[in-house]
């Protein structure tokens, strides 16, 4: 259990990563992102996923032990210390455009996989200071109405027509983009205005205006002392973060829809409506947000705890190489639409 504990320390070699890229030049700027993109996939086609589940005891050791906490917990500042090296060095004398270029893609790496996916984890958290840590990687992508919108709208509206996170079958991938982004946004305004209104609060404590003032604030700081350049580089960033998890959600739901079952319900969200991958590496290093299907069924599973489901619909690849295909449309179509098929049936 100590090693498998220890296997979830890997993916701080994209932090290592990416502060030597704020340091360097040339090609090791860029290696967090060819790491990531080029080297995981490729392994990932010649390795085997691994479909094992934790036996029950094996579950209750590691449904208790908080060092699988405490490593979520210590990327929170090791997000601020990246950003701060980000901030401070981006405008280096004597960078290329090259160089820039590769910085500010390796922060938005990381805006996607720490920022947002740890954010994530931590939110479906019902402690309030794990809640607290999730806003604060969430902002760092400045997507802090994400935990408002995926907490009580994605997971209750997941493959319903309702859901701006899902993608519908035969979409490119770019006009999900448009379309998620701005369905998330209004979206979350909505419920934050639906909760204001039910707590008898008013305007000034809507929790979505909070989020708007303190992302406003933080930029507002990044400019004053880091400079306007830095921000626009830094809200760039923050941008790509937003893209990878959008990419992240366009390969998760493709095509699977819930069935309706009347009076505007629909059936419930179970493994077989979420797509799944089992390939080693993409799960380590996203501390097993590719198992899903086993998230949506119960989201207040621990990442260290997701289980395989055998009947839920799996990837062609791990998420690196289905978020490569997926820029690609007619390709993915090519490749998925036939598996959304199979499904179906």
């Known amino acids: 259990m100590k090693t498998r504990l220890l296997k979830y320390s890997i993916p701080l070699l994209f932090n290592i990563g990416a502060y030597r890229s704020f340091h360097y030049t040339g090609v090791i700027t860029w290696l967090p992102v060819i790491l990531a ?15 094992s589940n934790l036996s029950a005891a094996e579950e209750e050791m590691a449904r208790h032990d ?70 604060a990687l969430l902002l760092t992508s400045l997507y802090m109405h994400f935990f408002i919108e995926h907490n009580r709208g994605h997971h209750k509206n997941v493959g319903t027509p309702e859901d701006a996170s899902s993608a519908h079958r035969n979409e490119p991938l770019y006009f999900f983009w448009l379309r998620s982004i701005r369905g998330v946004y209004q979206k979350a305004w909505k419920i934050a205005i639906n909760e ?10 809507n929790e979505m205006l909070h989020y708007q003032l303190i992302e406003l604030a933080f930029c507002l ?23 990878l998890l959008e990419t992240v959600n366009y ?6 829809m819930r069935k309706p079952i009347g009076n505007g319900k629909y059936e419930r969200a179970m493994p077989v409506h979420s797509w799944n991958s089992d390939h080693t590496i993409g799960r380590i290093m996203l501390f097993e947000l590719s198992r899903h299907s086993d998230h949506h069924y119960l989201a ?46």
């Open 37 to 51: 993109f080029a080297i995981i996939p490729l392994l990932e086609l010649m390795i085997s996923p691994d479909h």
């Open 66 to 135: 908080k060092l699988y906490d405490w490593i979520l917990y210590a990327i929170v500042p090791i997000q601020y210390i990246v950003l701060y090296q980000f901030l401070t060095h981006i405008t280096d004398p004597g960078l290329s455009g090259w160089d820039i270029a590769g910085r500010v893609t390796v922060m938005g790496l990381m805006c996607g996989v720490m920022g947002i996916n740890v954010g994530h984890e931590l939110g479906h958290r019902v402690n309030r200071t794990e809640q607290t840590l999730a806003r």
């Open 196 to 205: 204001q209104h039910k707590k008898g609060h008013s305007f000034l404590q």
């Open 221 to 243: 700081f990044i400019g004053f002392y880091f400079g306007w350049v830095v921000l626009g580089y830094f809200l760039i960033a923050a941008l790509i973060g937003i893209l």
């Open 251 to 256: 390969i998760e739901h493709y095509g699977l």
């Open 300 to 345: 207040s599973r621990k990442y260290q705890l997701l289980r395989h489901h055998d009947d839920s619909p799996q990837l062609p690849t791990g998420y690196p190489g289905s978020m490569l295909l997926a820029m690609v449309p007619p390709l993915w179509f090519r490749v998925m639409n036939r598996r959304v098929a199979e499904v179906q049936q």
